[in-house]
C-alpha cells in the first residue's frame, strides 16, 4: 500500500476512523493507515501459518493500496472506479453464490476483493456472512473487524476482535490489532498496552525484529506518541 513519503507525516488524529464520515474521508484514512503499516493486517503472518485472508503482512512492504489488476505506477482510481473493479472482479464468484450461497470459502474471496479496493463496508457484508457459516475462523473475523475499522465502526471492529480471542486468546494477530484500534481509534492507550503486553506473553515464538516492533509501539503508547513502525 505505498503511497508519497508525505503521507506518513499525517498526525495521529487524521487516522483516527468517526462513524459518519464522509467515503472520501474513510478513503484517505485507509490509505493512510495502510501506507504506514500502522493498523489492521497480518503483522504477524509469518509466525501463524497460512491462514491470513489478505497479504497486509509486514506492516512496511508487502501491502499495497493499488488495487488487484492495476499497472504498477497508475494514478489510484477513485472510489466509485474501485468500486467497479471490484464489482467485475467479484462476478464470477458471486455467480457460483447463486448456487452455493454457503460456500465460506467462495465468501471471504468475496470480502477479499471488495477489501483490497477499499469497499470496506461491502468486504464486511461478505465476511459477515462467512462467518455464520464457520463462525470460529479467526482469520476472517480478524479481517471482518479491519474492514469495520476503516469503515468508521470503531466500536464494532473491538467487539469482533474481542470474540475471536474468545477462540483464540493467544492470536497475535488479533492482540495486534485490538491494540491498534484502542490506541487510534478510542485514544485509549493503556488498552492498546494491555493488548500488546499479552501478545509479547502469548506468543514467545515470534521473530525477535517483530518483537521489537511492538516493544517500540508500547514505548510510544506510553509516552503518547503517534504510531510508526520503520
Not at 467497479?84 to 465468501?107: F, M, V
Not at 477499499?118 to 455464520?132: C, I, M, P, R, S
Not at 475499522?149 to 474468545?166: F, M, P
Not at 485490538?178 to 509479547?200: E, R, S, T, V, Y
Request: hydrophobic fraction near 40%; glycine fraction near 6%; include cysteine.
Amino acid at each position: 500500500m505505498t503511497q508519497p513519503d508525505a503521507a506518513a507525516h499525517q498526525s495521529q488524529s487524521e487516522m483516527m476512523p468517526a462513524a459518519g464520515w464522509k467515503t472520501t474521508q474513510v478513503y484517505a484514512m485507509a490509505v493512510v493507515c495502510l501506507a504506514l503499516g500502522l493498523a489492521l493486517g497480518y503483522l504477524f503472518r509469518g509466525s501463524q501459518g497460512k491462514t491470513a485472508t489478505v497479504p497486509v503482512a509486514n506492516a512496511t512492504t508487502e501491502a499495497s493500496t493499488q488495487p488487484e489488476g492495476m499497472p504498477a505506477g497508475h494514478p489510484m482510481p477513485t472510489l466509485e472506479q474501485m468500486k467497479k473493479i471490484a464489482d467485475t472482479k467479484a462476478e464470477p464468484l458471486l455467480t457460483q453464490l447463486k448456487a452455493d450461497p454457503k460456500n465460506a470459502s467462495l465468501l471471504v474471496q468475496v470480502g477479499k476483493i471488495y477489501q483490497s479496493t477499499h469497499q470496506f463496508k461491502d468486504a464486511a457484508v461478505y465476511y459477515g456472512k462467512a462467518l455464520e457459516v464457520n463462525p470460529k475462523d479467526v482469520p476472517t473475523r480478524t479481517q471482518m473487524a479491519s474492514c469495520m475499522y476503516y469503515d468508521g465502526d470503531v466500536d464494532g471492529a473491538i467487539s469482533q476482535l474481542q470474540l475471536a480471542l474468545q477462540d483464540q486468546p493467544k492470536d497475535a494477530n488479533s492482540l495486534f490489532n485490538l491494540g491498534m484500534i484502542k490506541w487510534q481509534g478510542k485514544n485509549d492507550g493503556p488498552g492498546a498496552i494491555a493488548a500488546w503486553q499479552k501478545l509479547l506473553k502469548t506468543n514467545p515464538q515470534l521473530e525477535e525484529s517483530k518483537k521489537a516492533q511492538v516493544q517500540k509501539l508500547i514505548a510510544q503508547a506510553q509516552a503518547g506518541q503517534p504510531a510508526t513502525l520503520n
